[in-house]
């Protein structure tokens, strides 16, 4: 039962919307901002304002930036290495990012195919790839290991047809995992990837 006003109940509804977070997690979020409300929340409420205005989706590769074309397509470094790593959703090109692959360039897809839930190729940003395609030297398709994420990179290397290298993330033990934690399926795709040492 709501334990505050209408206002206060539709702002944990709202953060409980978001990833990570349940009903619970929110309620306590709102509750600590109201209890600062001038140090948090007054100062969150302005910057998601600003940011409502400011945000844009990059032109080119479909990050999220300020600026379109973004910082990374405007950086003309970018473009020497001619390597393109295709993610599935801007998180996992911040995460990329993080790891510091060197001056590469980027695509996100924003998705994967699925029918299960309606997702198919007009639903992604597969056209824009396409024509980014012949300037690259290597496309990385920086899938997730999933049912899904593979089908949507077999379906790239088909589009992208012969003559452009089209390479992938490896899969299998992360540094520091231990075999019998692993599912199967992590298990047998580290066999099979196997180096010689």
């Known amino acids: 039962m709501p334990s505050g006003g209408l206002e206060i109940e539709q702002l944990i509804q709202l953060l409980a919307r978001l990833p990570g977070l349940g009903p619970r997690s929110a309620r306590r979020a709102v509750l600590h901002m109201i209890k600062k409300k001038e140090q948090l929340m007054l100062p969150l409420s302005a910057a998601l304002d600003r940011a409502v205005m400011a945000v844009k989706t990059c032109e080119i590769c479909g990050n999220i930036d300020t600026v379109s074309p ?99 993330l490896a899969h299998g033990v992360p540094i520091g995992g231990e075999l019998d934690y692993l599912d199967e399926g992590t298990l047998s795709q580290a066999l099979k990837a196997r180096t010689q040492i």
């Not at 695509?107 to 940003?125: K, Y």
Request: aromatic share 4%; net charge negative; glycine share 10%.
């Open 70 to 168: 973004c910082s990374i397509c405007s950086d003309p470094r970018r473009g020497d290495s001619g390597i393109l790593i295709v993610v599935e959703d801007v998180s996992d090109l911040w995460a990329m990012e993080r790891a510091a692959p060197g001056q590469v360039r980027y695509h996100v897809l924003g998705g994967v195919l699925s029918p299960l839930d309606g997702v198919g190729p007009d639903d992604l940003n597969l056209d824009m790839l396409i024509s980014r395609a012949p300037d690259c030297s290597e496309i990385v398709l920086a899938m997730n290991a999933t049912v899904d994420g593979q089908t949507t990179a077999h379906y790239i290397t088909d589009r992208l047809g012969p003559g452009i290298k089209v390479t992938r």
